[in-house]
């Protein structure tokens, strides 16, 4: 019989060896079970096995046996003896387990896990008894901690360094190393992403997402409100809403975990500790652990910023919306959630009494609605109008249907347990009467998509009461709601265990960190390998290959690592100075530009040089940037608004224009008045009709995007600011992914391969702000003079336009000072003297983009004044 060729025969003995250990470990892992050898450390000794030495997530076994471990050596003040010397520490047995990307130490006893230690680029490991001032010692670092282990002998301890180091160079190498931009996570090809433009559908995806998961859940957020609704509108009772989908998961056995930012309560009315409290009560499943605790760390001044939900470390959402009040929104961006189809009776307004009544866009309207809807003969037949009117959405229909409710309907579909909060009440005059796409076809009928708490406008008021979690706060007779803009993503696989080693990080430092949480109930949380990370048990639909890497904001206080990680800072810089065509900014805050003394993050100064690279080629380049026309903080700002505003108001203007430091003070010496070929600044606005008068307000934009050449995106929970940037500060987490997918498409009037990601993600950024469809040719090239020009700024420059005329909106550039603005006030508004030419005039209206008021308050002093408490604020808190 002729042999085997020489590969052929080594994979016939490597899968008989492969087969022949996989027996061994199934047969070892029944052994341990059997309740004779259950917690008995002679038999973990005399085999060499644990209860962790054979999990398939856990990768493949290492080294295992029975060491002495010396307390002390974290990196973080307070967690180690208050004494000095040898009399101060205490040596205790312990179990050691090697894994491809950990350490962990058990007690023998119990097997309760006391301490694990990631392999980081700090990983190293000494012996001897000079370096570790113990005999036979054995000297573990990374950026955490500097474990000492005392062995039997010398030999011992050069046994268990060899052991370890060849296990985790062969398995484990890619976390030895500092990687892109400095980040702890190594790039990840081929990994499955995807992104959101708005929360309706991330909201949908992490739902099901959580529906589907079979083991664990990580939750973190600066906020989260437990009684949101992942899925509006609401017609399957509360079976949706988060509390109910995390208890439910719970009492399937899925363990759930939760970090939220616990705030200075006398600056925040988040109330983390109702959130708390709320979850804990659900199931024991359920753990929640709140940090920092400010006295005893000292930390006053930041935050725990990251948006985060992590299912079995295999499918992670990394972005900007957290799980809680005022995020959900969908496109329509709408104003007003009340349903006033009985009170539009008394409402004689001819030209805007039944506005959406007609303004129902064709994404949520019926040719049946349409056709039944008397009032449509109101506007022009231009259909050019029509996607534009859709902005006047939840106001009522037309009293034909005043009768038919979503409760009949669901009743009829056997679903009549519905919604206990009030979603479904026929009875209320509270529903909003509208065309609605639902899981059970087409209904029509009173539902809110924003109840309670949810409804908001944190301008006009900041939250209170959040304990009556279904009680209003706001008038919404009164007061329209502020839409609420944002991205987000999704990722797969390796990319998703790297996201869950971040958190796994942040949790067991917590742990650690205070004693509280120190008992058995609060785990240690082990980090899958990832080596079993592409055996997706779960995938969200419709993501693409693309890849990926993982970066963040982190440093002592708020991953208890000894050197802080700004790889966000440095990714950002990096893709503006290596982008070739464009780039598009969506943020909340807008606050670089270093003077190394107030603000010291460079990604201004990188937009400013890269516009200047681009005037001294002679070459097209355009910058977009979209960020809130006011800051999110509560105050009039018909008075000027408040110090916490006006604080925020100056930085962003001494960027974008003010001061020297400003990106216009570095082009126009050399670029004069053309840096407007080249930049634009832009907010979102819209509008509505509010028990039967006009209103508008702006959509806050709490984005954290870059895209950059149809090619390159970044999106996370990080600001443009140095809180966010500069990684000492708040804790942040962000995804880059770089498109290996392409399109045909068009940059600067010439053929183009573009990512299908990054495209597809600004042209629905583009369709959303600017109107019209994702497939608008009029969109595709981002760079030509006609879209920058004749579609960018026109439409930007057209409504901003029309909407200080219809309704004198602040921030304006007519109002360069307080006095200014006592006057601008007082003067008549057109939408209130004269409604009909007002909606003649919003007609003309195209998406929500309006040009950036530069001027606004520009005479005055913005930052506090002395004496006021915001004042007293170090500078930093508002960098």
């Excluded at 990722?491 to 650690?512: C, L, P, S, Y």
Aim: hydrophobic share 35%; glycine share 6%.
């Amino acid at each position: 019989m002729p042999s085997l060729p020489h590969t052929a025969e080594s994979t016939v003995r490597e899968e008989h060896f492969s087969s022949r250990r996989k027996q061994l470990e199934d047969y070892l892992t029944k052994i341990l079970k059997m309740p004779m050898y259950r917690n008995y450390h002679g038999t973990m000794e005399f085999i060499g096995v644990s209860q962790l030495s054979f999990i398939h997530d856990l990768g493949p076994k290492g080294m295992e046996g029975l060491v002495m471990k010396r307390s002390g050596g974290h990196r973080i003040p307070g967690l180690n003896c208050c004494g000095q010397g040898r009399m101060c520490y205490r040596w205790s047995k312990r179990w050691l387990v090697v894994k491809d990307s950990f350490l962990l130490y058990m007690k023998p006893d119990s097997g309760a896990i006391s301490f694990v230690l990631l392999v980081d680029k700090e990983f190293n490991i000494k012996i001897g008894q000079k370096e570790t001032e113990t005999k036979y010692g054995l000297q573990i670092d990374n950026l955490s901690r500097s474990l000492i282990l005392k062995c039997t002998s010398y030999r011992h301890a050069q046994w268990w360094r060899q052991g370890i180091d060849e296990f985790i160079r062969k398995h484990g190498k890619d976390f030895l190393t500092e990687h892109r931009f400095g980040s702890y996570a190594a790039v990840q090809e081929n990994t499955l992403a995807k992104w959101y433009v708005n929360a309706k559908w991330y909201f949908e995806d992490v739902a099901n997402a959580m529906e589907a998961a079979k083991e664990e859940i990580f939750i973190t957020d600066w906020w989260l409100s437990p009684e949101i609704f992942m899925k509006r509108p609401v017609v399957e009772g509360n079976r949706w809403r988060l509390d109910c989908i995390l208890k439910r998961k719970a009492q399937q056995g899925v363990r759930i975990f939760v970090m939220l930012y616990k705030e200075v309560e006398l600056a925040l009315g988040i109330n983390s500790e109702y959130s708390k409290r709320t979850l804990m009560h659900l199931h024991p499943n359920i753990k929640v652990m709140r940090h920092p605790d400010h006295v005893s760390s000292s930390v006053y001044l930041w935050a725990h910023h990251e948006k985060l939900v992590i299912v079995d470390q295999s499918v992670a959402f990394v972005g900007g919306i957290d799980l809680a009040y005022g995020r959900w929104d969908d496109d329509e961006h709408r104003l007003t959630d009340v349903g006033s189809v009985k009170r539009m009776g008394a409402i004689k307004s001819v030209s805007t009494a039944n506005l959406a009544s007609a303004a129902e866009s064709s994404e949520h309207n019926t040719p049946q609605s349409q056709a039944s809807s008397p009032e449509s003969h109101l506007f022009q037949k231009n259909a050019d109008d029509v996607p534009d009117i859709s902005k006047m959405k939840g106001v009522g229909k037309s009293r034909k249907f005043s009768r038919f409710t979503i409760y009949k309907h669901l009743h009829r579909h056997g679903m009549h347990h519905a919604d206990s909060v009030s979603s479904i009440d026929s009875e209320s005059n509270k529903g909003s009467i509208r065309s609605l796409k639902t899981g059970v076809g087409e209904l029509l009928g009173e539902t809110r998509f924003w109840h309670g708490k949810d409804y908001c406008n944190f301008v006009f008021k900041d939250w209170v009461q959040l304990d009556k979690p279904f009680a209003d706060f706001i008038d919404r007779y009164t007061t329209p709601r502020m839409p609420w803009h944002d991205i987000s993503s999704v990722v797969h696989g390796k990319a998703a265990r790297d996201v869950a080693r971040h958190f796994i990080q942040r949790w067991n430092f917590t742990k650690i960190m205070k004693p509280k949480y120190r008992s058995l109930s609060y785990p240690f949380l082990l980090p899958k390998s990832q080596q079993t990370a592409n055996e997706l048990k779960y995938q969200v639909p419709d993501a693409v290959r693309a890849t990926v890497q993982v970066i963040r904001s982190a440093a002592d206080w708020s991953a208890g690592i000894k050197y802080h990680e700004e790889s966000i800072h440095t990714a950002y810089v990096n893709v503006i100075e290596n982008s070739k065509h464009y780039i598009y900014i969506e943020n909340q805050f807008f606050i670089s530009c270093a003077d190394d003394k107030v603000v010291w993050n460079k990604i201004g100064d990188a937009i400013a040089q890269r516009i200047l690279k681009a005037h001294r080629e002679n070459k097209r380049y355009r910058v977009y940037v979209v960020i809130p026309l006011l800051p999110g903080f509560e105050g009039d700002i018909s008075t000027g608004g408040g110090n916490a505003l006006q604080a925020i108001m100056h930085f962003n203007y001494r960027t974008m224009c003010r001061g020297e430091n400003s990106i216009l003070s570095q082009l126009k010496p050399e670029v004069g008045d053309k840096w407007i070929n080249y930049i634009s600044f832009c907010g979102l606005r819209t509008y509505a009709e509010l028990e039967g008068k006009l209103v508008t307000e702006l959509i806050y934009v709490h984005s954290k995007l870059l895209i950059a050449d149809d090619n390159t995106v970044i999106i996370g929970s990080a600001n443009i600011n140095d809180r966010s940037m500069l990684g000492k500060r708040d804790s942040e987490i962000a995804i880059i992914v770089q498109d290996t997918e392409t399109v045909p498409s068009v940059m600067d009037g010439e053929e183009y391969s573009a990512g299908r990601f990054a495209q597809s993600l600004r042209l629905r950024c583009f369709r959303v702000v600017l109107g019209g469809s994702d497939l608008n040719p009029d969109h595709q090239d981002p760079v030509c003079e006609r879209f920058f020009k004749e579609v960018w700024i026109s439409t930007a420059a057209r409504n901003a336009t029309i909407f200080d005329k219809v309704f004198r909106c602040l921030p304006s550039d007519q109002v360069n000072n307080l006095a200014q603005l006592r006057d601008f006030i007082n003067k008549p508004i057109l939408a209130n003297d004269d409604p009909v030419k007002a909606a003649e005039e919003l007609k003309k209206i195209r998406g929500f983009l309006v040009q950036f008021p530069f001027r606004f308050l520009e005479e005055e002093y913005l930052l506090p004044s002395v004496g006021t408490k915001e004042s007293m604020v170090p500078m930093e808190v508002w960098t």
